[in-house]
C-alpha cells in the first residue's frame, strides 16, 4: 500500500491540473447526484410510512355526466354503503377535506389560560373513529383504544409541546372559533413529511352529519383490505349490486349515472394521481421526478466519463515512466492495480468534498427547494449508497486506461513519443459526444420548462389581477360593512369586494348539480359580490352584469362562462332550477389553473333565501401608483380594530399565484441548476481534454507556425474538430429533448409553444462556451515560441 500512496502523490505533484479538474467535476456530481436522489426517494417513499401501505386504498368515483375526471369526494351514506360492502374490508373510514377544499387555511383556536386568550393556529381534519385504525397512529400519550367523540382532539407531538410546552396535553382544552370547546384525548408522534396523513389535529365527525344526504359530495373514504390482490373483486361486486340510479335520485334530481366507474388507489399512487378533481392531497409528477432521476444518472455519468477522459489522455505523459517500471521488474498485474488505486482514492477523495458541498447547499436559501431533509442523520442509505457509488466510479473509471497503458510492449513505448491511437481517439470523441448530447437536452428541457412557468404566471387570465389584495374576514363577518367603509376611506384603495373562493387561486371549485329545462348540468360555482365583476374587470359579453337588487330577490341570479353555455345550451332570461335565473354571460376565463382545461362555470349572486352562502374572502383593489407598504400598513390596522388577537393572511394576488405553482416553480428550478451543473462538467472535461491534446500537438503546432501556420489558423483547427462533434451530437440531442417536453406539456391544459429558437439558442450556448473553453485554451499554445515547442522534443 505505501509504494502506492507514494506513487499517488507523485501522480498528485506532476499533473495538479489533471487532479483539480478530476475532484472538482466528480465533487459537483456526486453532490448534485445525491440532492436529486433525495428528492426522488422522498417522493417515490410517499406515504410507505405507514404499516400495511399497500393495503390501504383510497375510494374514488367516475361519474361521466358530471366531469371526465375521477373524483375522490363521495357523499357520506355513499362511502358507509362501499366500507359494508365486501368482507374483503377490514375497516374502513370518512374524512372531511371541506378545509383542503376552502384553499387549506389554517383554523384559528385558542388557550384560554388564567381568563387570558392565547391564540395559536393549526391545521384541522374532520374523521370518523375509524381513521386511526386505517393508519398507523404512534401515540406518546392517550390511545386509539379510546374512542374519540364530538368535543375530543388528537394533536401531533409538536403542537402539544408549542402549546402546552413539557406539560402532558391529555386533558386539557383548546377552543375552536367553529367547533368550540375541544378536550384533548390524546397525543401522536408526527407523521414525516412525505405523508399524506398530515400533522393536524383530528376532530370527530358528528355521527349524523350528512347521514343521509346522498346529493352532498364532500368527503373522502379509505378502507384497508385484507389482501391488496382482492381490490378488483371489491370493486366488481360493488358495481354489480348496488344499484345506483336509485341511491342518486333525491329531492325531484336523479343524477346520470351511466358509465359511472369505482376505482381504489393504492395510498402510495395518490401523490401521483393527475387525472383527478378535487384532490388536494400533496402531488408529485411521475414523469418530472423521472427527469430529475435521469438527470442525476446524466450527472454521474458525465463525471465519469470525464473521470475516464482524463486517465486515458494522460497516457503519452505517464505512458513511459510506467513501463520503465516494468522494464525494472514492475509486475503487470501490480501497476494495474496502482492505477485502479489511483482512480479510487480521486473518487472517494471527491465524494468527501462532495459531502462538504451538501452541507453548504443544506445551510443557503435554495435548500428550500427539496422537500426532503438533506441532513447526514436523515438520508443514511442515500449517503451511504453514493460512497458505493463513488468506489464503482472510480474502479470502473480506472480499469480501461490501466489496461490500455500497460497492454503495449516496453520497449516499443521507450523508443520514442507515444501517442492515443486511433481507437483510442475514436472511444475519447465518443465519450464526449455523449455528454454534449445530454448538454444539449438538458438546457432544451431547462428552458421549455422555464417558458412553461413563465407562461403559467404571467399569461392573461381574462381578469384583472394588478394591485390586487385579499383577506379571508370570516372572524369579522358580521362587521363587513363596517370593515369596507374603512378599508375604501383610504385614498390608496380603489374599491373592495367579496367572494366565496380566490379567483384562479386553486385547481378546481365546488361543483353544483342542477336542472336545466328538465335535464341535468352540472358547473363550478363561484359565489360573488354584486360588485365583483366589475371590481375584477370580467366583462359581460351578453346580457346584464349583476346588481345590488339581485341581492333582494328571494332567488339569487346567474352569470355563467361561454364553456357552460356551448355544453348546455344556456338561453339569457331562463332559470336554473330553483335557484335562480340566467341574466348573463363572460368569455371563458381562467377561473381555474392552469392545470385544467377550462368547464363550464357561473357566478352567483345568492337571494335573500341563500344566507347560508358565505362570501368571506375580500378582494380589496389599490389604485395604480399606490403606496403599497402604506395600504397594506392601513389594512392590518384596520382588521386590528375588528379583532386584536388574531393575525390575518393578508395577501397580495402575485403571492397566491406563486404557491399555486410553486410545486412546478421549484422543480424547474432544480432541473435547471443541476442541468447547468451537467453542463459546467462537461465543459470541465473538455477543457481537460483539451488542455492535453493541445500538449501532445505542441510539436505538430510548432512545425506549423514555421511552416507559416497563423495563430487563427491554428485555433480554427481545434475548434473545428470539436464544432464537427458538436453538430452531430445536436442533431441526436433535438428530437430526444422534442420528445420528452411534449411528453412533460402533457400536464397541463394550456402549454407555453415549441419555440424553434430554444434549439436555436441551446445550440449557441453550448457552441459559445466550447469554443471560448477550446479558443483560450489552444491561444496559449498557439502563441509560443515554435522552436522551444519542436527542441522540447
Known amino acids: 500500500m505505501k509504494p502506492i500512496i507514494l506513487n499517488f502523490l507523485s501522480v498528485i505533484r506532476r499533473f495538479k491540473v489533471a487532479i483539480v479538474l478530476n475532484v472538482l467535476g466528480l465533487s459537483v456530481a456526486f453532490a448534485a447526484f445525491m440532492v436529486i436522489m433525495i428528492q426522488v426517494y422522498y417522493d417515490l417513499s410517499f406515504d ?452 366565496q373562493f380566490i379567483l384562479s387561486g386553486s385547481d378546481a371549485y365546488m361543483k353544483w348539480g342542477r336542472l336545466y329545462r328538465g335535464e341535468q348540468v352540472s358547473f363550478m360555482v363561484l359565489s360573488v359580490h354584486y360588485n365583483y365583476l366589475q371590481m375584477m374587470g370580467i366583462d359581460v359579453s351578453e346580457g346584464r352584469g349583476f346588481r345590488q337588487e339581485d341581492t333582494n330577490a328571494e332567488q339569487g341570479v346567474w352569470i355563467f362562462n361561454e364553456a357552460a353555455r356551448k355544453e348546455y345550451n344556456l338561453e339569457l332570461n331562463t332559470n336554473i332550477d330553483q335557484s335562480g335565473e340566467i341574466i348573463g354571460f363572460i368569455p371563458d376565463i381562467k377561473f381555474a389553473s392552469f392545470r385544467m382545461a377550462v368547464e363550464p362555470m357561473a357566478f352567483y349572486v345568492a337571494g335573500s333565501s341563500q344566507q347560508w352562502i358565505q362570501t368571506n374572502i375580500a378582494h380589496i383593489r389599490l389604485n395604480k401608483g399606490a403606496n403599497l407598504r402604506a395600504a397594506l400598513s392601513h389594512i392590518n390596522a384596520t382588521l386590528a380594530e375588528f379583532d386584536a388577537n388574531y393575525t390575518f393572511d393578508v395577501r397580495f394576488f402575485d403571492e397566491i399565484q406563486q404557491r399555486l405553482y410553486e410545486k412546478e416553480t421549484a422543480l424547474s428550478t432544480l432541473i435547471t441548476m443541476f442541468s447547468l451543473l451537467a453542463i459546467f462538467i462537461s465543459i470541465v472535461g473538455v477543457f481537460g481534454l483539451v488542455v492535453f491534446d493541445c500538449e501532445y500537438r505542441r510539436k505538430e503546432i510548432g512545425i506549423r507556425k514555421v511552416l507559416g501556420a497563423s495563430v487563427t489558423g491554428i485555433i480554427l483547427m481545434f475548434n473545428k474538430a470539436y464544432f464537427r462533434i458538436l453538430a452531430i451530437c445536436f442533431v441526436v440531442a433535438a428530437p430526444l429533448a422534442l420528445y420528452a417536453v411534449h411528453r412533460w406539456l402533457q400536464n397541463f391544459a394550456y402549454k407555453t409553444p415549441m419555440y424553434w429558437w430554444v434549439y436555436l439558442l441551446a445550440f449557441a450556448a453550448i457552441g459559445i462556451i466550447t469554443a471560448a473553453t477550446v479558443t483560450f485554451q489552444s491561444w496559449r499554445v498557439a502563441t509560443d515560441d515554435p522552436v522551444k515547442a519542436i527542441k522540447s522534443e
Open 48 to 499: 410507505k410510512c405507514h404499516k400495511d401501505y399497500d393495503k390501504i386504498f383510497r375510494v374514488e368515483m367516475l361519474f361521466p355526466s358530471m366531469s371526465n375526471e375521477k373524483v375522490p369526494i363521495l357523499s357520506r351514506p355513499f362511502a358507509e354503503r362501499i366500507i359494508e360492502s365486501s368482507p374483503h374490508i377490514v375497516v374502513g373510514a370518512i374524512t372531511n377535506p371541506m378545509g383542503e377544499m376552502m384553499g387549506g387555511e389554517e383554523a384559528d383556536f385558542y388557550l384560554e389560560t388564567e381568563g387570558e386568550r392565547n391564540y395559536f393556529k393549526g391545521k384541522l381534519l374532520i374523521v370518523t373513529p375509524e381513521y386511526f385504525d386505517v393508519f398507523s397512529f404512534d401515540f406518546v400519550e392517550g390511545s386509539t383504544d379510546v374512542y374519540i367523540a364530538p368535543g375530543n382532539v388528537f394533536i401531533p407531538l409538536s403542537m402539544a409541546r408549542k402549546i402546552f410546552g413539557a406539560e402532558s396535553a391529555t386533558g386539557k382544552q383548546i377552543v375552536h372559533s367553529q367547533w368550540g370547546t375541544q378536550t384533548v384525548l390524546g397525543v401522536y408522534r408526527d407523521f414525516p413529511k412525505n405523508s399524506s396523513v398530515a400533522n393536524c389535529m383530528y376532530f370527530a365527525m358528528q355521527p349524523e352529519e350528512n347521514k343521509t344526504n346522498w346529493g352532498n359530495f364532500s368527503y373522502n373514504t379509505f378502507i384497508r383490505v385484507n389482501d391488496a390482490s382482492n381490490v378488483q373483486q371489491i370493486i366488481d361486486n360493488f358495481m354489480r349490486t348496488f344499484d345506483f340510479s336509485a341511491a342518486f335520485t333525491f329531492d325531484g334530481y336523479a343524477l346520470d349515472v351511466t358509465g359511472v366507474t369505482m376505482y381504489l388507489t393504492a395510498l402510495p399512487d395518490v401523490h401521483f394521481l393527475t387525472d383527478i378533481q378535487y384532490d388536494f392531497s400533496p402531488k408529485a409528477n411521475m414523469q418530472t421526478l423521472m427527469i430529475l432521476f435521469a438527470i442525476a444518472i446524466v450527472i454521474i455519468t458525465i463525471a465519469a466519463i470525464n473521470f475516464t477522459n482524463f486517465s486515458t489522455a494522460l497516457t503519452p505523459k505517464r505512458i513511459k515512466s510506467i513501463n520503465t517500471q516494468r522494464v525494472l521488474g514492475a509486475r503487470q498485474s501490480a501497476l494495474r492495480s496502482a492505477l485502479i488505486y489511483e482512480a479510487v482514492i480521486i473518487s472517494f477523495l471527491s465524494y468527501l468534498v462532495a459531502l462538504l458541498f451538501v452541507y453548504i447547499f443544506n445551510s443557503t436559501p435554495l435548500a428550500r427547494l427539496v422537500d426532503a431533509d438533506l441532513s447526514f442523520s436523515a438520508q443514511p442509505f442515500i449517503f451511504g449508497g453514493t460512497a458505493l457509488v463513488a468506489l464503482l466510479a472510480g474502479v470502473f473509471a480506472g480499469v480501461y486506461p490501466a489496461h490500455y497503458m500497460t497492454s503495449f510492449a516496453p520497449a516499443l513505448v521507450l523508443k520514442g513519443s507515444f501517442g492515443l491511437s486511433p481507437k483510442g481517439r475514436k472511444l475519447r470523441n465518443t465519450l464526449i459526444g455523449i455528454q454534449f448530447v445530454a448538454s444539449f437536452a438538458l438546457i432544451i428541457g431547462a428552458s421549455f420548462m422555464y417558458l412553461q412557468n413563465y407562461f403559467m404566471r404571467n399569461s392573461p387570465l381574462g381578469f384583472d389581477r394588478d394591485n390586487l389584495i385579499t383577506v379571508d374576514i370570516r372572524r369579522i363577518q358580521s362587521s363587513r360593512d363596517a370593515f369596507t367603509n374603512q378599508i375604501k376611506a383610504y385614498s390608496g384603495v380603489n374599491d373592495v369586494t367579496y367572494g
